[in-house]
Each structure stands twice: as structure tokens, then as C-alpha cells.
């Protein structure tokens, strides 16, 4: 039974921290961390996005996108190549190597979506999902933000 008192913001929270939890391991052995999982697939899925995309995608700011890519890039999974229309403007691109870490990865985060909803039948995981979307979606409003769907 959920206490009266726990609120919306602490439940999101043990949400993420558990999933990280769940992942841990298995993201060790791919020799990524919890933090680098959506700008990897990101770029896996949509080659060519500019930074600047990816921290609105992400809902991260511009500095910690820039030091997560450069940290990809050392680790050799990312690489960045000038927008030829922007030159200002990074694009991202994911090498052979995430490429090659790209089923084993999918398959890792849908082991722990299933997981954490297993307690849950399938109507309940779709309520669930449409729930957290209406929440994303409100809180991107809040914020000035542009909602991200059409962007995955």
C-alpha cells in the first residue's frame, strides 16, 4: 500500500534510481554507464542530430550534453562531425562500435522494462504509459519546452 504522504516527485525518483539500479550490472559489462544509455541510442536511431537536439530530446542541459558526447567520443562509441549548413553546430554519429553494442543494449533495457512492470498486466502498462506521457508532455509545456514524440 502507497503511504498518503509520498509524493509524486519521490516515486518518479525511486522509479529512476531503480531502473539505474536494475541496469547496473549489465551496463558495466557493455562498459557504458546509466547516463550515457540515451545519447548512445539516440544517436543509434537518428544519425546526424546536433547536440543542441539532443539536450532538447533529453531533456539535458546544453554544457552536460556537450561533456556526455566528448566522453562518448573518447570512449570511442560517438563521433562528431560539423553541421556543413551551421558550422557552429555539431552533429552526432554513432561509430562501428555502439553500432555493435546496439542489440545487446536494447535488449538489457527491455530485460529491465519488463522487470519493473511485471506486476503489471499489459492494460495497466499501456494506463501507465499514457500517464507518464501526459505528465512528460505537462511538465515540457511548464517549462517552454517542445514535446519530444515526434523526435523518437
Given amino acids: ?39 548512445i541510442m539516440q544517436s543509434l536511431r537518428n544519425p546526424g542530430r546536433s547536440q543542441d537536439e539532443l539536450s532538447m530530446i533529453l531533456s539535458v542541459d546544453k554544457a552536460a550534453t556537450a561533456r556526455a558526447v566528448a566522453n562518448l567520443v573518447k570512449m570511442g562509441l560517438l563521433y562528431r562531425e560539423e553541421n556543413p ?12 562500435k555502439a553500432k555493435a553494442i546496439k542489440e545487446d543494449l536494447h535488449k538489457e533495457l527491455m530485460a529491465a522494462n519488463t522487470i519493473m512492470t511485471s506486476g503489471l498486466s499489459e492494460e495497466e502498462i499501456e494506463k501507465l504509459m499514457e500517464l507518464m506521457g501526459k505528465v512528460i508532455d505537462t511538465s515540457r509545456d511548464h517549462l517552454g519546452m517542445p514535446r519530444v514524440w515526434d523526435y523518437l
Fill in 85 to 96: 549548413e551551421n558550422r557552429r553546430q555539431k552533429l552526432v554519429y554513432p561509430t562501428e
Fill in 1 to 39: 500500500m502507497i503511504k498518503k504522504h509520498a509524493s509524486f516527485g519521490y516515486m518518479n525518483g525511486q522509479m529512476g534510481r531503480l531502473h539505474k539500479a536494475i541496469l547496473a550490472e549489465k551496463l558495466k559489462s557493455v562498459g557504458i554507464t546509466y547516463g550515457q544509455i540515451g545519447f
